[in-house]
């Protein structure tokens, strides 16, 4: 088997700047243009019908667009596309520290040029007024189902909590090859199907950033709570990991295989000691 080599820095930048790019374009975008949706009625044809795709339509274009990215570039820079994610699987000892500043500041970049760009296009309707509706994350006014600051500080926890632990899980080599990017896309869009009514979900500080300044209405003022408790779960995920699962990997990939010296053997077994493998 050839040997594993990692790509250089620019690229694994530029990887992760297109991928947030995709994820803030792909899922906001769904929510600014086709969420709500109505039909231009034609003369005598009646009322507007509403052609939108909705929650569902807009949780599953954010899984699609993880799912798209991470296969088409994950094997590059390892597909987080998520300043909290790259938090999460540094604690874990996945990845390196010296590599966070880099990759926090492509995603931050690479989602607000993708903010702009739906600003830009969204400005081709005369009838657009993007103070408000730029999808942006906020809470007490701001929560599309009025939650106030503290239930949304818990939801954006836990939920990027299990984000990471499903990223975590599944990027172990003992996982089923080739299918992390379909298990974790699809785990984004469960998070939205529970939490868009609750906050316009965030679980990711970029993607936040990327429209809070463009849709105004007091979104920049809440942004911190969408770097906070994202950061939050994601730390708690990678502190507590390996608890869970027995094995403390001390790798620098986040797709590296499990080395039997990771294994975390109980106080008082002997590590020598004969065992049964199944």
């Known amino acids: ?45 009646g009322n507007p019908v509403h052609l939108g795709i909705g929650f569902l339509g807009v949780a599953l274009a954010f899984g699609l667009t993880v799912l798209t990215m991470a296969y088409a570039v994950g094997h590059v820079s390892g597909g987080h596309f998520n300043p909290a994610v790259t938090i999460g699987v540094t604690i874990a000892k996945r990845f ?79 996982a089923p090859t080739g299918f992390a990017p379909l298990a974790i896309g699809l785990c984004l869009t469960l998070i939205h199907l529970i939490s868009i009514p609750i906050s316009n979900t965030s679980v990711n500080p970029a993607r936040s950033t990327a429209v809070a300044f463009f849709n105004g209405a007091g979104a920049p003022g809440q942004l911190w709570l969408f770097w906070v408790a994202p950061i939050i779960g994601a730390a708690i995920a990678g502190a507590t990991f390996h608890l869970i699962t027995g094995i403390d990997r001390r790798d620098r990939d986040i797709t590296g295989s499990v080395r039997r010296e990771d294994e975390v053997v109980p106080e008082g077994v002997d590590p020598d000691a004969p065992r049964l493998h199944r």
């Open 1 to 45: 088997m050839a040997a594993m080599q990692t790509p250089e820095m620019t690229k694994r930048l530029l990887a992760e700047f297109v991928g947030t790019f995709w994820l803030v374009f792909g899922g906001c975008g769904a929510a600014i243009f086709a969420a709500g949706f109505m039909s231009t009625p034609t003369l005598g044809a």
């Open 96 to 174: 390196e520290w010296k590599d966070v500043p880099g990759y926090v500041a492509a995603q931050v970049l690479g989602g607000l040029a993708a903010g702009g760009a739906l600003w830009a296009i969204a400005h081709g309707r005369d009838v657009f007024d993007a103070t408000g509706n730029m999808a942006a994350n906020g809470y007490g006014a701001n929560s599309p189902g009025g939650y106030n600051m503290v239930a949304v500080l818990c939801a954006e926890v836990l939920l990027t909590m299990f984000f990471v632990y499903v990223i975590l899980g599944v990027t172990r080599e003992s």
